[in-house]
Structures are given as structure tokens and as C-alpha cells.
């Protein structure tokens, strides 16, 4: 199975500021990785695809780069409605695994 | 619009099983694979496997092999995930996915089965 790690586990931000999430996988998973939003008692939101392709409806703040096994999402200038958990997730081979989350607290 | 509608809250029994399903609208049921993912809580995201509901074919994660069964009706728009021989670490919220373009991601998510497994 291709492991994921996200680092960091948490982070605490202000609104403003730039937020930046990594993503590692345990081999080469090409552009196939996708990240989500979750907030409390919410199911997933899917955010980014194919790496950095952004899902319709998505603000243009949210932003995804990388390929092989390092990927990052960035959020630019962080707005109130952004505090939550990202998770990315590798869509190379099943099991389509997940980091084990990224949660985003308001400093 | 697109929407995946599952069934309610489920409390069982260590042993027995579960069956939750998610009744799709809004697009052809057909064309698009199904994901199962779960979060026990206060976890994160966990991968169980995949349904083609054009011709019912399926792939599990090994972790489920054996205990897990997904199937679909196509006459209502329905999958359905089948959890057996349940275990207090199965309590968890089970929500289906549909997978957009079969290797690129998971659009559209329904709001989630809790299911607690408890003597």
C-alpha cells in the first residue's frame, strides 16, 4: 500500500496569513493526488485534483503543486471559513489512501 | 443537482453486521465508480474499496477483504456496503463517494452513516 504523511499534524494561523501543507508519498503516485476540506460533523470537500487542478466553485486562495511523491497545498491569505482538517489523498492504486489529516486552528 | 443521500444511524451488536445505503440523484448512476470511505472518531479518512455500478465489480482494501460486500441496484441508484462480524473498532461515520473521473478524485459526498458497535 502507498503510504501518506502530511506534515504538519497542526498548525494555528491568523486570517491573512499563507498556509502551507505537505504531502509525501511512500513511492511515485505521478500527479494522482487530491485534497479535501473537512470541517466538524461534515463530510469531505473535495478542493484539488490531479495535483493542482482546482475543483469548480473552489476560491482561487486554495492552490496545489507537486508530482512524484511530494505535493503541497497552499492557502493564500486565509479567510475564517478556511479554519478545518485537509486531507490528501493518493489516487495512483487501491487503496486509495490518505494522509492522516492537517488540521488548521485559528492563532 | 448531484446529490448521494445514505441511510440513518445504525446501533449493533459485536458480530453482526450492517448494511448502510447511499441512493444517488442527479446524474447517470451508471457512469461513475463508487468509493466507501469511513472516519472512526476523531480519526481521519479510511479508504474500504470501490463499486463500478455499471457492472458491479468491486475491489476492496485487504483490511475489509472477507468482512465488507458492496453491491448496487441499478433500478433505484443505490450502492450499498455490507460491514460483517462488526467490532467496537468499527464504530464509525461511513460515507460513500462518487469518483469523478475514476482515478482523479471524490466529488460528491453523502453526509454520513454513523454506525456504533457497542454490547
Known amino acids: 500500500d502507498i503510504q501518506m504523511t502530511q506534515s504538519p499534524s497542526s498548525l494555528s494561523a491568523s486570517v491573512g496569513d499563507r498556509v502551507t501543507i505537505t504531502c509525501r508519498a511512500s513511492?511515485?503516485?505521478?500527479?494522482?493526488l487530491n485534497w479535501y476540506q473537512q470541517k466538524p460533523g461534515k463530510a469531505p470537500k473535495f478542493l484539488i485534483y490531479?495535483?493542482?487542478s482546482l475543483e469548480g466553485g473552489v476560491p482561487s486562495r486554495f492552490s496545489g503543486s507537486g508530482s512524484g511523491t511530494e505535493f503541497t497545498l497552499t492557502i493564500n491569505s486565509l479567510q475564517p471559513e478556511d479554519f478545518a482538517t485537509y486531507y490528501c489523498?493518493?489516487?495512483?492504486?487501491?487503496?486509495?489512501?490518505f494522509g492522516q489529516g492537517t488540521k488548521v486552528e485559528i492563532k | 443537482q448531484v446529490k448521494l443521500v445514505q441511510s440513518g444511524a445504525e446501533v449493533k451488536k459485536p458480530g453482526a453486521s450492517v448494511k448502510v445505503s447511499c441512493k444517488a440523484s442527479g446524474y447517470t448512476f451508471t457512469n461513475y465508480y463508487m468509493h466507501w470511505v469511513r472516519q472512526a472518531p476523531g480519526q481521519g479518512l479510511e479508504w474500504m474499496g470501490i463499486?463500478?455500478?455499471?457492472?458491479?465489480?468491486?475491489n476492496y482494501a485487504q483490511k475489509f477483504q472477507g468482512r465488507v460486500t458492496m453491491t448496487r441496484d441499478t433500478s433505484t441508484s443505490t450502492v450499498y456496503m455490507e460491514l460483517s462480524s462488526l467490532r467496537s473498532e468499527d464504530t464509525a461515520v461511513y460515507y460513500c463517494?462518487?469518483?469523478?473521473?475514476?482515478?482523479?478524485?471524490?466529488?460528491?459526498w453523502g453526509q454520513g452513516t454513523t454506525v456504533t458497535v457497542s454490547s
Open positions: 463499486i463500478n455500478p455499471s457492472g458491479a465489480t468491486t
Open positions: 513511492q511515485s503516485i505521478s500527479s494522482y
Open positions: 490531479a495535483a493542482s
Open positions: 463517494a462518487r469518483d469523478w473521473s475514476s482515478n482523479d478524485g471524490l466529488d460528491v
Open positions: 489523498q493518493q489516487s495512483y492504486s487501491t487503496p486509495q489512501t
